[in-house]
């Protein structure tokens, strides 16, 4: 696979696309965060957040096949974290979290289908080959969009 400049995740739809320049390269079928529908807001919220990212890092994880770590927060995310403590919508306790990334499978547990069901805390998974293809072709620091 050529390099991968831009992923654009739609999570309404579970796709992700794998962007060359303006080129659309591959699709895949994802699993989502098991929170339901919304931005994150906070640690443990179990959504997957909403926004423009970027992959900050890459590396072999001991829960995970692979993982792609993904920039949240970024400044929104922050202000609207901040904005949410002083309303009172989240909780006081909470903290933001930032453990975010695209990962293959869980080490020790196949759920089949897995991308049929939405099980992450908040990240976006994909089948252990695909992550592979992807640990292999994303560029550091490639664009990461979250949409609805």
């Not at 696309?17 to 989502?32: D, H, M």
Request: proline letters at 5%; charged letters at 30%; aromatic letters at 8%.
């Amino acid at each position: 696979m050529e390099a991968i400049d831009k992923l654009v995740i739609w999570k309404g739809l579970h796709r992700l696309e794998a962007w060359a320049g303006t080129r659309l390269v591959k699709t895949y079928r994802i699993a989502i965060g098991r929170g339901g529908a919304g931005p994150k807001r906070y640690e443990g919220d179990n959504k997957t957040p909403e926004g423009s990212y970027r992959i900050t890092r890459r590396f072999v994880s001991a829960a995970f096949h692979r993982f792609l770590h993904v920039s949240y927060p970024n400044a929104e995310d922050q202000r609207a974290f901040a904005r949410g403590r002083r309303d009172g919508s989240i909780p006081r306790n909470a903290r933001i979290g930032g453990a975010i990334g695209i990962h293959g499978e869980k080490r020790g547990l196949r759920v089949l289908p897995h991308k049929w069901v939405d099980w992450t805390q908040g990240c976006v998974a994909v089948d252990n080959p695909e992550i592979e293809e992807l640990y292999r072709a994303v560029k550091p620091l490639a664009l990461v969009e979250i949409r609805p």
